[in-house]
């Protein structure tokens, strides 16, 4: 729906954030939509972000739109932040709209912007209104750990991994929520997990991934993304043309990196970075790790690749990286 977000999540795979703008047209989302519905019948979709409430109205307008298409909106997500306030009747909005379940972000990431009791207060809200089924809590398992600090503030990471023994951290990120190593995730992982040399992570299928449809990202430009391959996009805008996407491909010849990372492994590019400059790190939590680091180092360069997108991702992680 849009990368701008209230908080600014140490886990975002997109890196969102408040300094995030959004350059959005409501009827670009209404046409995008339309293509979905036409290109996939029966298409389920997750409503996501950034921080989808930051444009309520427009919301209501793309679930009303959604359902008037048949498309089938799985859940809304949410960090709980701007139903704090009027809560109940936002709630009643996006019912009547057609949203029958909205993910509500539990974790100490989203913790550090929002209390314990507000989150509460959001998620039983959400049941009250939605019925039990309305609420995909993301993720429940925190909510224990939660509980043990102070419930009326906000709580710094620091402050909340400062309690845990460090493999008791690695099982709450990898055993909880599932970090993926991209976006900001990949540089808070290398802080806490194991690394490996960048050499004996070549042997990742990348293609599997580039050309996998499962929980392909949509963005509001319209750019096809695969799942977990955050800031590496598909073609442009190819999202208003899916059904000319899968049948013809993308001209690899126009996205010089992707042709490297999937005719040659994630080594090539790696020859490739050196070649240009590219310092490695002392080593990587997994392959993603080393291919986003790799890309962070190209797009700074100078030169332009259009498959790395979105430019505030790269332009976020390039200032606050050490910081992460
Ligand atoms: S290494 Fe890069 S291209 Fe390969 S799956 Fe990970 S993010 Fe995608």
Redesign the pocket.
């Known amino acids: 729906m849009n990368y701008r977000c209230t908080f600014r999540c140490r886990h975002c795979l997109y890196g969102s954030s408040p300094e995030v703008k959004d350059d959005i047209r409501e009827e670009q989302l209404f046409h995008l939509l339309d293509s979905l519905a036409h290109a996939l019948p029966g298409i389920v979709l997750h409503l996501g972000g950034g921080e989808p409430m930051l444009h309520f109205e427009r919301l209501c307008r793309i679930v009303a739109h959604a359902r008037s298409r048949d498309i089938i909106i799985e859940y809304a997500e949410t960090n709980g932040s701007l139903l704090i306030d009027r809560t109940e009747e936002k709630l009643k909005t996006l019912g009547d709209a057609g949203l029958e379940r909205l993910l509500l972000s539990i974790s100490p990431f989203h913790h550090e912007f929002i209390s314990y009791d507000d989150t509460l207060k959001v998620l039983h809200a959400i049941i009250s209104i939605l019925g039990e089924e309305g609420l995909f809590p993301w993720h429940p398992g925190f909510l224990p750990y939660l509980s043990k600090f102070p419930h009326d503030v906000p709580l710094r990471l620091e402050d909340y991994l400062a309690w845990f023994k460090p493999y008791e951290i690695k099982y709450q990120l990898q055993g909880i929520m599932h970090i993926h190593p991209?976006g900001r995730g990949a540089y808070l992982l290398a802080r806490h997990l194991r690394l490996m040399p960048a050499e004996r992570l070549f042997s990742?299928n990348?293609r599997a991934?580039?050309a996998s449809p499962i929980h392909a990202h949509i963005d509001c430009q319209g750019n096809y993304l695969t799942g977990?391959?955050s800031g590496?996009r598909i073609g442009r805008n190819e999202a208003f043309d899916l059904e000319g996407l899968f049948a013809r491909g993308i001209d690899l010849s126009d996205f010089p990196l992707l042709e490297r990372?999937l005719r040659g492994g994630?080594g090539s590019l790696y020859d490739f970075a050196l070649q240009k400059g590219y310092r490695p790190l002392e080593g990587y939590v997994s392959?993603?790790h080393l291919?986003?680091d790799m890309r962070l180092f190209l797009y700074g360069e100078g030169e332009k690749y259009p498959e790395l997108y979105p430019d505030f991702l790269y332009e976020e992680l390039r200032r606050h990286r050490q910081a992460l």
Do not use: A
């Open positions: 991209g990742i990348c991934s580039l977990f391959c590496l990372i994630l392959p993603c291919c986003l």
